[in-house]
């Protein structure tokens, strides 16, 4: 029989016999097999311990509670500035009644020294009364309250009190015939108005 037909299966065998040992399956032109799926730390994403964002309600939380404060301290302000406005206003108004006092000092004095000699000469009681008047009327428009007591003038309703009105023909109508109680200051800083009778209208 033929011996030619085993000639192949020979030459495969050497073949397979000059691979070198270790080699792997590319070695032989194998195709590399599938491997398993690349995870997170081998794709480059940040692992379990890396430092994860805080939640937004965290921030919301902390800007809250600094608004809240601010406004706390804003009120605490507000009111010692409250506070402190009221002491310097009552000091002022403390001032202001002292500063008024003290110029009546002098008016008390000459009132007390006219009723001192009233029994020595009767005529002197009554230069020294009228003096007294009007150094109380000096000091009272030093203070900014001048006194109105004038006849003949037109009936003004912001210095003037109606109490009367008379039948007078030398008087023009509309006009202050007498003035029965003296009125002082005047616009925002009157202290009373005068109280007057104003001749009638025909």
């Known amino acids: 029989m033929p011996t030619h037909s085993q000639e192949p299966d020979r030459a495969a065998a050497d073949r397979a016999a000059q691979v070198p040992e270790g080699a792997g399956p590319g070695a032989r032109g194998d195709l590399p097999r599938p491997g398993p799926p690349r995870t997170d730390a081998a794709a480059g994403e940040p692992g379990p ?4 964002p805080a939640p937004a309600e965290d921030e919301y939380t902390t800007a809250i509670r600094e608004l809240e404060d601010r406004w706390r301290r804003a009120l605490a302000d507000l009111d010692n500035l409250r506070k402190r406005h009221a002491r310097e206003l009552e000091r002022e108004r403390a001032v202001e009644r002292s500063r008024t006092a003290a110029a009546f000092l002098p008016v008390l004095d000459n ?13 002197a009681l009554v230069e ?4 007294v008047r009007d150094q109380a009327v000096n000091v009272l428009e030093l203070l900014g309250y001048p006194r109105h007591a004038e006849t003949g003038v037109a009936f003004d309703p912001a210095r003037h009190e109606v109490v009367g009105v008379v039948q007078d023909h030398d008087a023009p109508p509309g ?28």
Do not use: N, S
């Open 49 to 52: 311990d890396a430092a994860r």
């Open 175 to 202: 006009t202050v015939v007498e003035v029965l109680r003296p009125g002082y200051g005047d616009g925002e800083r009157q202290l009373r108005p005068a109280a007057v009778t104003v001749a009638k209208r025909e």
């Open 111 to 123: 009132l007390e020294l006219a009723l001192t000699h009233a029994g020595a000469d009767p005529g």
């Open 128 to 131: 020294g009364i009228r003096a």
